[in-house]
């Protein structure tokens, strides 16, 4: 027996040196290929730019939307696998497939079906996960009223900060007494900052580095005076050449308010969306600098798209959630954006499309008001009503407690940092607790 055993162990060996070494002309091999014709941030995003160029509209409710059964390796490693054709893509599994013994790495606690919560404040405080309801700048009351009637946030993203200039300057709206009010609460403040969605202006501001500087500078000097727990930055619309000097923002900005202990979040589209900022983000340089990366999963169809659709289907935020861990987001920093809000689509008699947001806890009455009653659509995981008018029709594609249960489930299964709701604005006690129901359909 102890021959036996000594006989094998020199063979475990023999294929596990044979493994590394195979494995190292492979990594040779692919660094040959990435400096011979692409590059790391290339490779990364390869991906989605694949993505973008197909339109939204052949897409939806197709196979090629459709959420494999099968996990996906969201790696790095796998993203550059997968679009150079490398091989050896399971490199562990390569080295350890023949040793007796197993690896297996640290995980989250799983939430069973006896580990149902109650409340949105237990699933986040159990869960160590983020619970973010963004919320407009709105007077104090109205402010602290969004966070008596929303339980279980535990973190509020008020629009309170905007670019000014193109120097840098920053206009503030932060209100003490909220502030203040939330961390009685144990609500931590991350202050949301936008750059008004002007390309110029953004494009002007990343440019200049005495301009970066100074909102950096500005921000910081905010977040200290006010006691805000974090920095959201939500910069919309820019140019794909500001690309690499808005990474580099956010690296800068990272190391100011790092040693503060302030936290730093970032507000990115789904690639696969064809807007103009497709290609402005890259997914792994954010990530590597940021706290979170929140993927705002949301107008899939936007308010003025010609085309009238969901503003957030299951298959395509799983596509999107899919899209960002596959180009170097870690999992554990992705934050899923949730919209409490839809659209419903006005189609005119003469072909032109119009839309109004609507809440979604205003939705049923709505339709009861037009005799309409809503059909389920499971491929796309919503609901569907149209109705007539005396100028065309009426269409909506709108979320249950059954959407937002898969949703949910993508977040626990995926193991991604948390939820993020926009916004606050649309919430109502309806709303609330179809998510808090939802939360507890998607742990059964």
Same mark, same amino acid.
């Given at each position: 027996?102890?021959?036996? %055993?000594?006989?094998?162990?020199?063979?475990?060996?023999?294929?596990?040196?044979?493994?590394?070494?195979?494995?190292?002309?492979?990594?040779?091999?692919?660094?040959?290929? $990435?400096? !011979?014709?692409?590059?790391?941030?290339?490779?990364? %995003?390869?991906?989605? +730019? *694949?993505?973008?160029?197909?339109?939204?509209?052949?897409?939806?409710? =197709?196979?090629?939307?459709?959420?494999?059964?099968?996990?996906?390796?969201?790696?790095?490693?796998?993203?550059?696998?997968?679009?150079?054709?490398?091989?050896?893509?399971?490199?562990?599994?390569?080295?350890?497939?023949?040793?007796?013994?197993?690896?297996?790495?640290?995980?989250?606690?799983?939430?069973?079906?006896?580990?149902?919560?109650?409340?949105?404040?237990?699933?986040?405080?159990?869960?160590?996960?983020?619970?973010?309801?963004?919320?407009?700048?709105?007077?104090?009351? /109205?402010?602290?009223?969004?966070?008596?009637?929303?339980?279980? $946030?535990?973190?509020?993203?008020?629009?309170?900060?905007?670019?000014? +200039?193109?120097?840098?300057?920053?206009?503030?709206?932060?209100?003490?007494?909220?502030?203040?009010?939330?961390?009685?609460?144990?609500?931590?403040?991350?202050?949301?900052?936008?750059?008004?969605?002007?390309?110029?202006? =953004?494009?002007?501001?990343?440019? %200049?580095?005495? +301009?970066?500087? =100074?909102?950096?500078?500005?921000?910081?000097?905010?977040?200290?005076? /006010?006691?805000?727990?974090?920095? %959201?930055?939500?910069?919309?619309?820019?140019? +794909?050449?500001?690309?690499?000097?808005?990474?580099?923002?956010?690296?800068?900005?990272?190391?100011?308010?790092?040693?503060?202990? $302030?936290?730093?979040?970032?507000?990115?589209?789904?690639?696969?969306?064809?807007?103009?900022?497709?290609?402005?983000?890259?997914?792994?340089?954010?990530?590597?600098?940021?706290?979170?990366?929140?993927?705002?999963?949301?107008?899939?169809?936007?308010?003025?798209? @010609?085309?009238? !659709?969901?503003?957030?289907?299951?298959?395509?935020?799983?596509? *999107?959630?899919?899209?960002?861990? /596959?180009?170097?987001?870690?999992?554990?920093?992705?934050?899923?954006?949730?919209?409490?809000?839809?659209?419903?689509?006005?189609?005119? /008699?003469?072909?032109?499309?119009?839309?109004?947001?609507?809440?979604?806890?205003?939705?049923?009455?709505?339709?009861?008001?037009?005799?309409?009653?809503?059909?389920?659509?499971?491929?796309?995981?919503?609901?569907?009503?149209?109705? @007539?008018?005396?100028? !065309?029709?009426?269409?909506?594609?709108?979320?249950?407690?059954?959407?937002?249960?898969?949703?949910?489930?993508?977040?626990?299964? =995926?193991?991604?940092?948390?939820?993020?709701?926009?916004s606050l604005y649309w919430s109502n006690g309806n709303t609330w607790s179809n998510l808090v129901q939802a939360l507890r359909q998607s742990l059964s």
């Open positions: 027996m102890l021959h036996r %055993n000594k006989r094998l162990t020199i063979g475990q060996w023999f294929v596990t040196v044979t493994a590394f070494v195979m494995l190292v002309g492979a990594c040779l091999g692919s660094v040959m290929l $990435i400096f !011979g014709g692409g590059s790391y941030e290339r490779a990364a %995003n390869l991906e989605a +730019s *694949s993505l973008a160029d197909a339109e939204v509209s052949e897409l939806v409710g =197709t196979t090629q939307y459709a959420k494999s059964n099968t996990p996906s390796n969201h790696s790095l490693w796998a993203a550059l696998t997968k679009t150079f054709h490398l091989p050896f893509a399971d490199p562990l599994g390569l080295l350890t497939a023949e040793l007796p013994e197993t690896f297996t790495p640290l995980q989250e606690a799983s939430l069973s079906q006896s580990s149902l919560f109650s409340s949105i404040a237990a699933w986040a405080t159990s869960t160590r996960k983020i619970a973010l309801g963004w919320a407009p700048a709105d007077s104090v009351s /109205n402010m602290e009223q969004m966070l008596i009637d929303n339980p279980g $946030i535990n973190v509020i993203s008020p629009t309170w900060l905007q670019v000014a +200039s193109d120097s840098g300057n920053v206009t503030s709206q932060v209100k003490p007494q909220v502030v203040d009010f939330a961390h009685q609460r144990h609500v931590q403040i991350w202050a949301l900052v936008d750059n008004q969605f002007k390309q110029k202006l =953004t494009h002007n501001l990343l440019s %200049n580095q005495q +301009s970066t500087e =100074t909102l950096i500078n500005n921000l910081v000097q905010i977040a200290k005076a /006010n006691h805000l727990d974090g920095i %959201n930055v939500d910069f919309e619309n820019m140019d +794909s050449r500001d690309r690499d000097s808005f990474t580099h923002f956010i690296a800068n900005l990272h190391s100011a308010l790092a040693p503060l202990h $302030i936290d730093l979040s970032v507000d990115i589209t789904p690639d696969i969306v064809n807007l103009q900022d497709d290609e402005v983000f890259f997914h792994a340089g954010l990530a590597s600098y940021c706290d979170q990366i929140i993927l705002m999963a949301y107008d899939e169809h936007w308010a003025t798209d @010609p085309t009238p !659709g969901p503003v957030a289907d299951v298959p395509w935020v799983t596509n *999107s959630v899919d899209d960002l861990l /596959n180009t170097g987001v870690p999992t554990d920093k992705m934050v899923l954006g949730l919209p409490f809000y839809t659209r419903f689509w006005h189609v005119h /008699n003469d072909g032109h499309v119009t839309s109004v947001n609507v809440g979604a806890g205003q939705v049923e009455s709505i339709l009861k008001e037009h005799h309409a009653t809503g059909v389920w659509d499971d491929s796309l995981g919503v609901m569907y009503a149209k109705y @007539p008018t005396s100028d !065309g029709y009426v269409e909506v594609w709108y979320e249950t407690q059954k959407t937002l249960a898969r949703k949910l489930s993508l977040v626990n299964d =995926t193991g991604l940092g948390g939820v993020a709701v926009w």
